[in-house]
């Protein structure tokens, strides 16, 4: 069945932070509903602050789980500890915010392994959304 395996267009519910980094923002955008497609979006997205220089190295979803391979541009050229735990968390967030992805936790990696800690945040294991620690408008 060919309609199946094309990803369905939807409107995408994309978070980024606001100025003063105290809220979610949201955006939504008519893209295909597929991980890849969505960060890659949020990569090339203006408003957050993932680098540019990242590259998407590999994305497969498994059983709710969404296993992001990014290149290291993703830390080493991100402006401290608290912009990691921020573009993190625009990944984790999007992703698993969106029923249509039917993602519930995302697995972050950098150049192909899972790391104990991208910048001062744990990441060894998958991670579900996170919005505690921010408000969300």
């Given at each position: 069945?060919?309609?199946?395996?094309?990803?369905?267009?939807?409107?995408?519910?994309?978070?980024?932070?606001?100025?003063?980094?105290?809220?979610?923002?949201?955006?939504?955008?008519?893209?295909?509903?597929?991980?890849?497609?969505?960060?890659?979006?949020?990569?090339k997205n203006e408003k957050n602050l993932?680098?540019?220089?990242?590259?998407?190295?590999?994305?497969?979803?498994?059983n709710r789980i969404a296993y992001i391979n990014l290149s290291n541009e993703f830390e080493n050229l991100s402006n401290g500890d608290l912009a990691v735990w921020i573009n993190i968390f625009t990944i984790v967030n999007?992703?698993?915010?969106?029923?249509?992805?039917?993602?519930?936790?995302?697995?972050?990696?950098?150049?192909?392994?899972v790391e104990q800690f991208i910048g001062d945040t744990t990441a060894d294991k998958p991670k579900p959304k996170n919005i505690e620690l921010m408000k969300m408008y």
């Open positions: 069945n060919k309609e199946n395996a094309v990803a369905k267009e939807g409107y995408i519910k994309l978070l980024y932070p606001d100025a003063g980094v105290e809220y979610w923002l949201v955006e939504e955008k008519k893209l295909p509903a597929e991980a890849k497609a969505v960060v890659e979006e949020l990569i993932i680098p540019k220089e990242t590259k998407i190295l590999d994305i497969k979803v498994e999007t992703l698993t915010l969106n029923k249509n992805l039917n993602i519930d936790y995302v697995q972050l990696l950098l150049d192909g392994k």
